[in-house]
C-alpha cells in the first residue's frame, strides 16, 4: 500500500481561519494524511472539533499532550509538508526569529520538508518594514510564502493582505510535494550538457526559487481564442487556460512582473499579475506584442487557432429544412509565435511556444521548434481526460540549444517552474543539467 504524505496544517490566529477548513479538506480528500495544529488564538475563530472531524485525526495544539511521543519534535521530523493557512504577521515574525514558544512554532523548527505560509492581514501590516523584511528572510532560507491576495479584509477594508483561494493553497501544497519529491529522486551527480537530441533530466527545484525572477517583466498567453462564425457560433478550441495561469502565478510568486493574455478564460485573475482578456487570433496578438515590447520573456501557452473564417456572418446563419449549409471557407491566421520569434531586436529576450500533438509527439514538436524559430518549446500530448482542462500535466521541454527535458506528469505549477527554470538558465547561460542513467 502506497504510503499517504503527511501534511501538518498550521492554522494561526486570523478571521480567515475558517478558509482553512476547505484547504484541509481538498488534502484529505485528495489522499493525503493531515494532521491540524492550530494557535490558542486560532482555536477561538474555528474549534478543535472542525479540525478533527474534517481530518480524521485529534487536533495537536499542546506541547505537553502525549509528552511520550515528543509532538513538539515529531511533527515536523515525520512531515512530507508543512502549510500555515493562515499565517498572520505575528506568526511570520516568531517563525523568522526562530522562536519556539507554541507546537506550531516548534514544528516549524523541527521540519525538514518543503514549507508553504500564506500570509492573510491588513494591508498596512503586510506593507509594513517589519513585516516585508521578515517574508525576506523566510524566503531566503527556502520557504515558499504565498503572496496574499487582493480583496475585502475584516469589516469595511480592501486591499491586499487576503488569503489566497483555499483551491490555489492546495495547487502550491501539490507542487511543493511533487518537487519535493522531484529532489530526492535526483542526487546532485555532477556533470555538463548531453549530446543536442538526448533526454536530460534538470534539477526540479534550485535550492531557493524565491524572488530569483525580481527585476524581470514576463508576458504570458493563456487559454484558447475563438474565431466568430456568427453572432452565436464560433472556432474554438478545448484550452482552459489552466497551464497559462499557472505560469503567471508562478513567475508573480518568484518576483517577476507578470502581463497575462487571456483568451477566453473562466479562471480568476491571478493575483499581482495584469491581466488583459481577448477574445481571436487578432486581439491576442496585437495584445501579446504590445505588452512584449521591453519584456525579459514571452510564453505563448495559449492555444491559437490556426484559421479563422474568411467571412462572418452579419446574423445567426439559419438552418434550412432539405438543404444543406454553405461550405465555411477558412483562412490563415497571424503566427504569432513565428512573429515573435523572428524579431530578435532585443537578443535578451527568451520566447517559449507550446505544442498540443496528438500523435507522433516528439518528432512534430521538434519539427515545429525548428519552424518555429522560438528558443524553448513544450510539448505535450493532448485528447479527451490529457491536458486540456485537467489539473495536472506533463510534456517534453525542448531547448534549441540544447538537450531536450523530460516533465514527468505532475501539477500545471511543477510544469510551470520547471519552465521558468529553462527560461532563467538561458538569461544566465547556466546549464544546470544532470544526464540521465539511459539514452531516450
Same mark, same amino acid.
Request: aromatic fraction near 2%.
Given at each position: $500500500?502506497?504510503?499517504?504524505?503527511?501534511?501538518?496544517? +498550521?492554522?494561526?490566529?486570523?478571521?480567515?481561519?475558517?478558509?482553512?477548513?476547505?484547504?484541509?479538506?481538498?488534502?484529505?480528500?485528495?489522499? @493525503?494524511?493531515?494532521?491540524?495544529?492550530?494557535?490558542? =488564538?486560532?482555536?477561538?475563530?474555528?474549534?478543535?472539533?472542525?479540525?478533527?472531524?474534517?481530518?480524521?485525526?485529534?487536533?495537536?495544539?499542546?506541547?505537553?499532550?502525549?509528552?511520550?511521543?515528543?509532538? @513538539?519534535?515529531?511533527?515536523?521530523?515525520?512531515?512530507?509538508?508543512?502549510?500555515?493557512?493562515?499565517?498572520?504577521?505575528?506568526?511570520?515574525?516568531?517563525?523568522?526569529? #526562530?522562536?519556539?514558544?507554541?507546537?506550531?512554532?516548534?514544528?516549524?523548527?523541527?521540519?525538514?520538508?518543503?514549507?508553504?505560509?500564506?500570509?492573510? $492581514?491588513?494591508?498596512? $501590516?503586510?506593507?509594513?518594514?517589519?513585516?516585508?523584511?521578515?517574508?525576506?528572510?523566510?524566503?531566503?532560507?527556502?520557504?515558499?510564502?504565498?503572496?496574499?491576495?487582493?480583496?475585502?479584509?475584516?469589516?469595511?477594508?480592501?486591499?491586499?493582505?487576503?488569503?489566497?483561494?483555499?483551491?490555489?493553497?492546495?495547487?502550491? !501544497?501539490?507542487?511543493?510535494?511533487?518537487?519535493?519529491? #522531484?529532489?530526492? =529522486?535526483?542526487?546532485?551527480?555532477?556533470?555538463?550538457?548531453?549530446?543536442?537530441?538526448?533526454?536530460?533530466?534538470?534539477?526540479?527545484?534550485?535550492?531557493?526559487?524565491?524572488?530569483?525572477?525580481?527585476?524581470?517583466?514576463?508576458?504570458?498567453?493563456?487559454?484558447?481564442?475563438?474565431?466568430?462564425?456568427?453572432?452565436?457560433?464560433?472556432?474554438?478550441?478545448?484550452?482552459?487556460?489552466?497551464?497559462?495561469?499557472?505560469?503567471?502565478?508562478?513567475?508573480?510568486?518568484?518576483?517577476?512582473?507578470?502581463?497575462?493574455?487571456?483568451?477566453?478564460? =473562466?479562471?480568476?485573475?491571478?493575483?499581482?499579475?495584469?491581466?488583459?482578456?481577448?477574445?481571436?487570433?487578432?486581439?491576442?496578438?496585437?495584445?501579446?506584442?504590445?505588452?512584449?515590447?521591453?519584456?525579459?520573456?514571452?510564453? $505563448?501557452?495559449?492555444?491559437?487557432?490556426?484559421?479563422?473564417?474568411?467571412?462572418?456572418?452579419? +446574423?445567426?446563419?439559419?438552418?434550412?429544412?432539405?438543404?444543406?449549409?454553405?461550405?465555411?471557407?477558412?483562412?490563415?491566421?497571424?503566427?504569432?509565435?513565428?512573429?515573435?520569434?523572428?524579431?530578435?531586436?532585443?537578443?535578451?529576450?527568451?520566447?517559449?511556444?507550446?505544442?498540443?500533438?496528438?500523435?507522433?509527439?516528439?518528432?512534430?514538436?521538434?519539427?515545429?521548434?525548428?519552424?518555429?524559430? !522560438?528558443?524553448?518549446?513544450?510539448?505535450?500530448?493532448?485528447?479527451?481526460?490529457?491536458?486540456?482542462?485537467?489539473?495536472?500535466?506533463?510534456?517534453?521541454?525542448?531547448?534549441?540549444?540544447?538537450?531536450?527535458?523530460?516533465?514527468?506528469? #505532475?501539477?500545471?505549477?511543477?510544469?510551470?517552474?520547471?519552465?521558468?527554470?529553462?527560461?532563467?538558465?538561458?538569461?544566465?547561460?547556466?546549464?544546470?543539467?544532470?544526464?540521465?542513467? #539511459?539514452?531516450?
Amino acid at each position: $500500500m502506497t504510503r499517504r504524505p503527511e501534511v501538518v496544517l +498550521g492554522v494561526s490566529g486570523g478571521i480567515a481561519a475558517y478558509k482553512a477548513c476547505e484547504l484541509l479538506r481538498r488534502l484529505t480528500e485528495s489522499g @493525503h494524511a493531515v494532521t491540524v495544529v492550530p494557535t490558542a =488564538s486560532a482555536l477561538r475563530f474555528v474549534g478543535a472539533p472542525t479540525w478533527a472531524a474534517l481530518s480524521g485525526r485529534p487536533v495537536a495544539d499542546e506541547v505537553w499532550v502525549d509528552v511520550h511521543e515528543v509532538p @513538539h519534535v515529531r511533527l515536523g521530523q515525520r512531515a512530507d509538508l508543512v502549510v500555515v493557512a493562515p499565517a498572520t504577521a505575528d506568526l511570520m515574525a516568531r517563525a523568522a526569529h #526562530g522562536l519556539a514558544n507554541d507546537l506550531l512554532t516548534n514544528t516549524l523548527l523541527t521540519a525538514r520538508c518543503p514549507v508553504v505560509l500564506a500570509p492573510a $492581514m491588513h494591508t498596512e $501590516m503586510w506593507e509594513h518594514p517589519a513585516t516585508r523584511e521578515n517574508v525576506a528572510t523566510l524566503r531566503r532560507r527556502g520557504v515558499t510564502v504565498v503572496e496574499p491576495a487582493v480583496g475585502r479584509l475584516t469589516g469595511a477594508d480592501t486591499g491586499r493582505g487576503r488569503l489566497p483561494d483555499p483551491a490555489d493553497l492546495f495547487a502550491e !501544497c501539490r507542487a511543493a510535494l511533487t518537487r519535493a519529491e #522531484g529532489d530526492t =529522486s535526483l542526487p546532485d551527480v555532477p556533470g555538463g550538457p548531453t549530446e543536442p537530441g538526448e533526454p536530460a533530466v534538470v534539477s526540479a527545484r534550485p535550492a531557493d526559487r524565491s524572488d530569483d525572477l525580481a527585476g524581470r517583466r514576463v508576458v504570458v498567453s493563456a487559454g484558447g481564442t475563438r474565431e466568430p462564425l456568427d453572432p452565436v457560433r464560433f472556432l474554438g478550441n478545448r484550452s482552459s487556460g489552466k497551464q497559462g495561469y499557472a505560469l503567471a502565478r508562478t513567475a508573480a510568486a518568484r518576483g517577476a512582473r507578470v502581463v497575462l493574455v487571456a483568451a477566453n478564460t =473562466s479562471l480568476p485573475d491571478p493575483e499581482g499579475v495584469e491581466t488583459i482578456t481577448v477574445e481571436t487570433t487578432a486581439e491576442l496578438r496585437e495584445a501579446v506584442l504590445a505588452a512584449a515590447t521591453g519584456a525579459d520573456a514571452v510564453v $505563448m501557452a495559449a492555444a491559437v487557432a490556426d484559421f479563422r473564417p474568411a467571412h462572418r456572418a452579419a +446574423g445567426k446563419i439559419k438552418k434550412r429544412e432539405g438543404e444543406d449549409p454553405e461550405p465555411i471557407r477558412l483562412v490563415r491566421n497571424p503566427d504569432v509565435l513565428a512573429e515573435l520569434a523572428a524579431d530578435r531586436s532585443d537578443p535578451r529576450r527568451v520566447v517559449v511556444g507550446f505544442a498540443a500533438e496528438t500523435d507522433d509527439v516528439l518528432a512534430n514538436g521538434e519539427a515545429k521548434l525548428a519552424r518555429k524559430g !522560438c528558443d524553448l518549446l513544450v510539448v505535450n500530448r493532448v485528447g479527451e481526460g490529457v491536458a486540456f482542462g485537467t489539473e495536472d500535466n506533463e510534456a517534453v521541454l525542448l531547448d534549441a540549444r540544447g538537450p531536450r527535458e523530460e516533465i514527468p506528469r #505532475g501539477p500545471k505549477e511543477d510544469l510551470a517552474h520547471r519552465v521558468w527554470d529553462a527560461v532563467g538558465r538561458r538569461w544566465s547561460g547556466e546549464r544546470d543539467i544532470r544526464p540521465t542513467s #539511459g539514452g531516450g
